[in-house]
């Protein structure tokens, strides 16, 4: 059985940072990417960021480009987004989740359409205090 455990959220102040942790079991094989996706009250999931496992390749939304950072411990099956200069806006609970594939061009394409993802953990908080 697939498992995705997200850990690592919290109450930071407004420029600080945290690191989430996502921690998989279960899986197969190593063609998949992890997604992280997040979601505030009232709003949309939205997509921040995706790993491939099969490659490394990564990818991040516009709203956190340059200080977010995800990365990949194989060894562990645990993957990582480090989350730096936090504001108020990024106050949401965040989810990891797995896709069925690890195809380049399905990831380029969709990497940020939650439909592609097949499991999904169950979330942490993440508040950023101003």
């Known amino acids: 059985e697939v498992q995705l455990v997200e850990s690592g959220g919290g109450l930071v102040q407004s420029g600080g940072s945290l690191r989430l942790s996502c921690a998989a079991s279960g899986f197969t094989n190593d063609d998949y990417a992890i997604g992280w996706f997040r979601q505030a009250p009232g709003k949309e999931r939205e997509a921040v960021s995706c790993i491939s496992r099969r490659d490394g390749s990564t990818y991040y939304a516009d709203s956190v480009k340059g200080r977010f950072t995800v990365s990949s411990d194989n060894a562990k099956n645990t993957v990582y987004l480090q989350m730096n200069s936090l504001s108020p806006e990024d106050t949401a609970v965040y989810y990891c989740?797995?896709?069925?594939?690890?195809?380049?061009?399905?990831?380029?394409?969709?990497?940020?359409?939650?439909?592609?993802?097949?499991?999904w953990g169950q979330g942490t908080q993440v508040t950023v205090s101003s």
């Open positions: 989740a797995r896709t069925g594939s690890a195809d380049v061009l399905l990831l380029r394409r969709l990497w940020s359409e939650p439909h592609i993802f097949l499991s």
